[in-house]
Every structure is written in C-alpha cells, then in structure tokens.
C-alpha cells in the first residue's frame, strides 16, 4: 500500500503515513468512483395512424364502372354523326338522282366548275384538267354569269335500270338561254333582250362507290 500524498511504502492497516505523517483512508472506507449512468434518449412518442377508409360494398345490381365512361363516348359519335348527316343534307341536298341532276345543272348555268365536278363522275379528268377547267369557268365576265343558262329546272322522270340499279336516267326540262343580253350586243348601246326558250334533255346518273349519285359526265 502506498500513501497518497508522498508516495511512501505503508504497511497494510496503518492510518498515518511514517515519512509525512499525511492520514491515511483506509481502503475498506475508500469511496468508490460513482459510475456514469448511461444517458438514455427520450422516447419519440407514437402517433396512432388513423384507421383506412372502408369502401362501401359494391351494389351487385349497378352497371359496372366502364358502362357510363363508354356510353358518353358513343353518345357524342352520335350526336356528331347525326350533325355532319344534317349538314351535309342541308348544304348538299337529297342524296337521290333527280336531285343530282339539278344540282348540276344550276351549276352549269351559272359557270360554277366546282358545283359541276362535286355532282358528276368525270372520270377521264386529271388534277390538270381540273385546275384548268375550274381555271376557265373563273374567268367567264360576271355579267355573263348573271344571266343563267338554265332556268326553272324540273325533273319530269326517273328511270332506275332494272338491270343495275346503280344507274338511272332522268329526264327534265328546262328554260334554255337563246340570246345573250349585254355581252352579245357590241353593236348597239341597247342592250338585246334576254330570251329563253323551253327544252327537254335526258341524263344518266350512276352512284358512286360512296353511295352518291353523280351526274355521268364525259
């Protein structure tokens, strides 16, 4: 055993040192060294999740969840397809061959290419001979288209080909235009009346791989 203050050699039991007489603990008495306690970190507290949302039973007698989102997208081809039907009706006309008929000859009165080419096959025309058709009726004076060829167009018959009932003829009449107005009188300053004169004529109509009739033209 040593003594704590110098250092010096003590005999076991002794209570003062011999060398500096410095008073001894006894080592039965010594106080222990407190141990650190361990530092223990605070609990994080739980927070109860919330219970999840049950989903109603599903009613065995509803229509299944694809049945609505189908029935609007077929409603709206409908209504769309009903209001290109009534369009086309009301800036075309009646799909039928009398009808074809007149339509192309209001055209040709008035050297509208556009109208002729829309109501009648013209199947030997190219995109050239389209262009320049189209091309030749646009420079026609307007006081000449003012004065139609034709008027009070009337279809008095129509035949469907009982052996192709693709095909049909019409036959109509019409006012004809027999002399020109302004635009034939050089001449003179007044102008020459406008005559017209009454004819029948008759032409074919086919319908087209589309299901329109179309006036069968050159």
Not at 37 to 45: E, G, L, Q, S, Y
Not at 69 to 92: D, K, M, R
Not at 191 to 214: F, N
Request: charged content about 15%; aromatic content about 6%.
């Amino acid at each position: 055993m040593q003594c704590t203050n110098c250092g010096a050699e003590v005999q076991p039991g002794a209570t003062v040192c011999p060398s500096c007489e410095e008073r001894l603990v006894p080592s039965t008495q010594a106080v222990a060294t407190p141990r650190k306690r361990p530092v223990v970190a605070a609990a994080k507290p739980v927070v109860a999740k919330a219970p999840k949302a049950t989903k109603a039973p599903r009613d065995p007698s509803a229509p299944p969840a694809w049945v609505r989102p189908v029935a609007v997208l077929v409603g709206v081809v409908l209504l769309a397809a009903a209001g290109w039907f009534i369009y086309s009706f009301l800036n075309a006309g009646p799909n039928t061959p009398d009808a074809a008929v007149v339509r192309f000859m209001q055209s040709y009165a008035v050297y509208d290419a556009r109208g002729m080419l829309d109501n009648s096959t013209h199947a030997s025309f190219t995109a050239t001979d389209q262009a320049s058709f189209e091309s030749e009726m646009a420079r026609v004076p307007a006081e000449v288209k003012a004065v139609p060829l034709y008027k009070d167009i009337r279809v008095s018959s129509v035949t469907i080909q009982p052996d192709d009932a693709s095909t049909a003829v019409v036959r109509f009449s019409a006012m004809m235009l027999a002399t020109a107005s302004a635009s034939s009188s050089q001449s003179t300053s007044t102008p020459a009346p406008v005559v017209y004169s009454p004819r029948e004529e008759t032409l074919t109509v086919v319908k087209s791989s589309a299901g329109k009739w179309l006036v069968k033209w050159n």
